[in-house]
C-alpha cells in the first residue's frame, strides 16, 4: 500500500464520520484571524520601515559623495602645490648651488623637501640631482646618478616635446637611490615616487633642459589616511570603528595604488589588501608590487573607472558577496576625480580618482528600533485573539500533531505497529482507532505473505536443483575438455592457454592454491608442437634441496654412498618435451641457481659427472605466491623470475567466477557417483546456493573434495545443505540476488535440466531456445502480448506457486539472453521485449 492510497483513505474516514457539530471554528480562526492581522502589521511596518530607510541611506549617500570629494580635492591641491614649486624652480638659473639654495629656502619656510630633485640638460650640460633620506639632503656625484634605478634620463623621450610652462606627470613606481653617508659609503634606499617634469630656458628662450622633482607616494596615502580618520578636516560625527571603511586612489588604467591606513602611521608602506579581499584580479605591476588591477568582468568598478575618466563623480551601492549574509556586505562607493591642469590654459588632465567605501549600520539600528517598537504594537493587538483561542487551539492540535507524528514514526521503521496514545481528545482518538484498524488488517495480510513465502521457499530448497545449459562457441569444449565453465575469466585463461601453445617459449603460471594450475600446464603441453613428447611433472615443495637437485639433473654411478646406479634426471627425461616444475617458490637459492644455469645455457650437469649434455625441453612453472615478494624478501633470484616469465597465465580463483559453481558440482557429482558406484544422485536448490555463496579458500580441489564426501556419505539420492560441510561463517548471501541486470548465480527453479547425473525429458516449444522453462516461455509470450512485464505479472500468471525470487530469476535470465531489456528501478521496474525481437 502506497502512502498516497493512506493519505485518501484518512480522508474518507474523516469526511464520512465527521458531522456538522465537530467542525472546529477555533482552529479556522486561530489560522485566519491571527495571521491576518500579523499581515497587515507587518505590511505597515514594512512600508514605514522602507521610508525611514531610504531616507537614512539618502543622508548616507550626501556623507561619502562629500568624503570623497573634499579628499580628491585635498590631493589635488597637494600635487598642484608641487607643480607650482617645479615651475617656480625652472624660472632660476639652474645651477647646483642655485638648486642647492632652493632646497635650503624652501625647508627654511616649512615647506616639504621633494625625495628627488634634479636636472636633466637637453645636450650638452651637467646633470644635477638631489636626493632627500628623512631630514637629509645630498647630492649624488655623475657616478651615483648613474645607479639611480629606473634612470631620470628614460624619462627624455616622454618630455622631449614639452613646452615652456608645461608640466608632465609620470604614473607612480618604485625608484632605487644610492645615499652614500660616511658610515655606510654604498647606502641604497627605494621608495614609491611620482614624479614632476617641466622644461628649461636659457635666456634667448632656447630650452637647455628639463627640470623634475619625485614625491613619495605615502604623502598623498597620508591625506587619504587623515579624511578617513578623526582628525580629519571634515570629521562629522563618530562612526562605528568594527565596520571596515577606507579611501583608496586609482589611477586612469584602473590600478588601484593604494589605500588609506591608520594616521597614526604615516611610514606604513603602501598596500591594497582591503580592497583586494573581496576583489578578482592581478596583483602587482613592475614597480608596484601591492597594486591590484580588478578583472574585467569587476563591471561596476569599471564604470566608476571610467566615470571618472570622463572627470565624473558620483555613488553606487554596492554589494560584497565575501561577506556572507551579514549586514556589511551592503556599502556605498563614492567616487570622484582628481585632476590638475598641467598646462595654462588648457582643461585639467583627470591622473586617477579616489574611491571611498562606507559601510554603516545606521539603517540596521534604525530597522531595529522600528523592529521593536512594531512587536510592541503587534503584540498589542493580537494578544486578546491569541487569549481567547490559544488554549483551545492547543488542546485541539495537539492531539493530531501527536498522531501524524506516531504514524510518521510507524513508516520509519518499517513495521505495522498499533498506535498508542495520551489523552489527546475526541478527533484523534477516533482517527488512532481507524488506523489501527487498518495497521491490524495490514499485519495480517503481510504475516500471511511471509508464511507463504516461508513455506515455497523451504519447499524449494529441499528440490532437486536446475542447471541452465551453458552456450559455448563451438568447438570451445572440444579443446579445452578439462576445463569446466564458461565466463569472461574462463575464456581469458583458455585464449592465454592456446596462445601459450602456439609458441615454444618458457610459461609460467600463477595462481591460488586449487585453481588448476597442472591442468594448464598439461593444456599448453598438449596445444603445443611437443605434445607428442614427454611430459614430466615435479612438485618441488615436496621433496628437500638434495633430492630436488637429484631428481631435476641425476647423478652418475658413484656419485654419492647410495648411487649404485646411473639417474637420468627430469631435464633429460623430458628431453623434447615439456617440464613442468609446481610450487617453483619452493625451491632452495641452490636450486634456484641450478635451474637458471640449465635454463640459460639449456645444458645439464649430473652429479658427479664432468660432462654436459644440450637439452631441449620447455619449461613450465607454477607458483601460489607472489614471486615479486619473495625477491624483496631475497628468497628467490630475481633472474630466475624473469627467465621464467616469458608468458605468464593467470588461474582465476573459483570466488571469482562462482557462476560455474553449478557446472563444476555437476561434473564431480558424476565423478562421485564412478567411485562411489552409485547413480542418480542430486543436490538439493539449498544446497546448491550454500556452494555459491561459500568463499572457497581451497578452491576447485576443495569443492571436489566436499562433492566427493556428500556423495559418499548421503543416504539418499538428494544432497542436501545440512550435509555439505562447509564453514559459512563468511558466506555472502546477497551474492545471490543479481544487481543491475546481471546475470545470476543460480539457474532458477523450474524445468530445466536438473542439477544431477540422470538424464532429463523435456520438449520445449520451437519458438523458444530448447532451454527455456514453462515459466519464462509464459513470460515471454506475456510481454509479447502486453509489450511489457513484471516479476508480480510473473507471481499472477503462475498462480502464486512459486517465490518472488524465483520470478525475478526468471525474469532475469531472459534479459541476460537478449530476450527482454530492464527499464526503471526499484518499484518502477518493469521488462521490455528487446530491440532485436521487436525488428524480428
Not at 637437485?549 to 652418475?556: C, M, S
Amino acid at each position: 500500500m502506497r502512502l498516497s492510497d493512506v493519505k485518501d483513505w484518512f480522508l474518507r474516514l474523516a469526511r464520512s464520520q465527521r458531522k456538522p457539530e465537530r467542525r472546529k471554528l477555533r482552529t479556522r480562526l486561530l489560522l485566519s484571524l491571527i495571521p491576518s492581522s500579523m499581515i497587515v502589521l507587518a505590511a505597515t511596518g514594512y512600508a514605514t520601515y522602507w521610508t525611514s530607510s531610504e531616507f537614512i541611506s539618502i543622508a548616507l549617500e550626501r556623507i561619502s559623495r562629500l568624503h570623497a570629494t573634499t579628499t580628491a580635492h585635498a590631493v589635488e591641491d597637494y600635487l598642484a602645490k608641487y607643480k607650482r614649486d617645479l615651475l617656480f624652480a625652472a624660472r632660476m638659473p639652474i645651477t647646483p648651488e642655485g638648486m642647492a639654495r632652493y632646497l635650503s629656502d624652501l625647508k627654511g619656510i616649512g615647506g616639504e623637501i621633494f625625495t628627488e630633485f634634479g636636472y636633466i640638460p637637453k645636450r650638452e650640460g651637467q646633470h644635477i640631482a638631489f636626493v632627500t633620506q628623512g631630514n637629509m639632503t645630498i647630492r649624488l656625484t655623475p657616478d651615483e646618478m648613474r645607479e639611480i634605478r629606473p634612470s631620470p634620463v628614460l624619462l627624455y623621450g616622454r618630455i622631449d616635446g614639452l613646452k615652456m610652462g608645461e608640466v608632465w606627470l609620470s604614473r607612480f613606481k618604485e625608484v632605487e637611490y644610492p645615499f652614500p653617508t660616511e658610515e655606510n659609503p654604498h647606502a641604497r634606499f627605494s621608495v614609491k615616487v611620482i614624479r614632476f617634469v617641466t622644461p628649461c630656458q636659457d635666456e634667448n628662450g632656447d630650452i637647455t633642459g628639463f627640470l623634475y622633482l619625485a614625491i613619495d607616494a605615502r604623502n598623498i596615502r597620508n591625506i587619504l589616511s587623515l579624511y578617513d580618520s578623526k582628525k580629519s578636516p571634515v570629521f562629522a560625527f563618530p562612526r562605528n570603528p568594527r565596520l571596515s571603511r577606507y579611501t583608496f586612489f586609482f589611477d586612469d588604467e584602473g590600478w588601484v595604488i593604494f589605500q588609506s591606513e591608520s594616521v597614526e602611521i604615516p611610514e606604513a608602506d603602501l598596500n591594497t589588501l582591503e580592497f583586494r579581499a573581496v576583489k578578482r584580479g592581478t596583483l602587482g605591476r613592475p614597480g608596484l608590487p601591492n597594486a591590484f588591477r580588478p578583472a574585467d568582468d569587476e563591471g561596476r568598478y569599471w564604470q566608476i573607472v571610467d566615470d571618472a575618466r570622463n572627470g565624473g563623480k558620483g555613488l553606487l551601492r554596492a554589494v560584497d558577496d565575501a561577506y556572507g549574509r551579514s549586514s556589511d556586505r551592503n556599502y556605498f562607493l563614492a567616487y570622484a576625480p582628481v585632476q590638475l591642469v598641467l598646462s595654462l590654459g588648457e582643461a585639467p588632465v583627470v591622473i586617477g580618482g579616489v574611491g571611498y567605501v562606507d559601510r554603516s549600520v545606521l539603517i540596521e539600528l534604525a530597522g531595529y528600533r522600528h523592529l521593536d517598537v512594531m512587536i510592541v504594537i503587534t503584540v498589542i493587538a493580537v494578544l486578546a485573539i491569541t487569549g481567547v483561542i490559544a488554549i483551545t487551539a492547543r488542546r485541539t492540535t495537539h492531539g493530531l500533531i501527536e498522531l501524524a507524528s506516531a504514524v510518521a514514526h510507524v513508516r520509519d521503521k518499517g513495521r505495522w505497529e498499533e498506535i498508542r496514545l495520551h489523552e489527546t481528545g475526541y478527533e484523534a482518538e477516533t482517527l488512532k482507532e481507524s488506523i489501527n484498524s487498518m495497521i491490524a488488517t495490514i499485519r495480517k495480510q503481510f504475516d500471511e505473505i511471509r508464511a507463504k513465502d516461508m513455506e515455497i521457499e523451504s519447499v524449494a530448497l529441499k528440490e532437486p536443483a536446475t542447471l541452465a545449459v551453458d552456450h559455448h562457441p563451438p568447438g570451445v569444449d572440444d579443446v579445452f575438455p578439462e576445463f569446466i565453465g564458461s565466463g569472461p575469466l574462463m575464456s581469458q585463461l583458455k585464449r592465454d592457454i592456446a596462445k601459450a601453445g602456439q609458441v615454444d617459449v618458457d610459461v609460467l603460471i600463477e595462481g591460488e592454491t586449487g585453481t588448476g594450475k597442472q591442468l594448464a600446464a598439461e593444456a599448453v603441453h598438449r596445444l603445443s608442437r611437443r605434445a607428442d613428447k614427454p611430459f614430466i611433472s615435479i612438485n618441488c615443495g615436496e621433496l628437500d634441496e638434495n633430492l630436488l637437485l637429484d631428481t631435476l639433473f641425476g647423478h652418475v654411478k658413484g656419485a654419492f654412498t647410495d648411487g649404485k646406479t646411473d639417474r637420468r634426471g627430469a631435464f633429460l627425461e623430458a628431453n623434447g618435451g615439456t617440464l613442468f616444475l609446481d610450487e617453483i617458490q619452493s625451491a632452495s637459492l641452490k636450486v634456484q641457481q641450478a635451474l637458471l644455469r640449465a635454463i640459460s645455457m639449456r645444458k645439464v650437469k649430473p652429479l658427479g659427472s664432468d660432462k654436459e649434455t644440450d637439452v631441449d625441453v620447455r619449461l613450465i612453472t607454477a607458483t601460489n605466491f607472489d614471486l615479486k615478494t619473495l625477491i624483496e624478501q631475497g628468497k628467490f633470484r630475481e633472474d630466475l623470475y624473469y627467465r621464467l616469465k616469458v608468458i605468464t597465465i593467470q588461474t582465476p580463483p573459483l570466488r571469482e567466477h562462482r557462476q560455474n559453481v553449478p557446472s563444476l558440482a555437476l561434473h564431480f557429482l558424476r565423478e562421485a557417483e564412478r567411485m562411489a558406484g552409485r547413480s542418480g544422485l542430486t543436490l538439493s536448490r539449498g544446497a546448491l546456493e550454500k556452494l555459491v555463496i561459500y568463499h572457497w579458500p581451497g578452491n576447485i580441489r576443495e569443492l571436489k573434495h566436499v562433492i566427493i564426501t556428500a556423495a559418499v556419505m548421503v543416504e539418499g539420492k538428494i544432497i542436501q545443505a545440512e550435509q555439505l560441510n562447509l564453514d559459512m561463517e563468511t558466506a555472502d548471501a546477497s551474492l545471490l540476488v543479481p544487481r543491475n541486470g546481471d546475470t545470476p548465480l543460480l539457474p532458477p527453479d523450474g524445468d530445466r535440466e536438473p542439477l544431477s547425473t540422470g538424464s532429463s525429458s523435456s520438449s520445449p516449444r520451437d519458438t523458444f531456445p530448447p532451454d527455456l522453462n514453462r515459466r519464462q516461455i509464459a513470460a515471454y509470450e506475456f510481454a509479447v502480448r502486453n509489450g511489457d512485464i513484471t516479476s508480480k505479472d510473473l507471481l499472477r500468471l503462475m498462480d502464486g506457486s512459486i517465490s518472488k525470487r524465483t520470478a525475478t530469476y526468471d525474469i532475469q535470465d531472459l534479459v541476460a539472453r537478449g530476450l527482454l531489456e530492464k527499464i526503471g528501478k526499484g518499484p518502477t521496474t518493469r521488462y521490455v521485449l528487446a530491440r532485436k525481437q521487436q525488428e524480428s
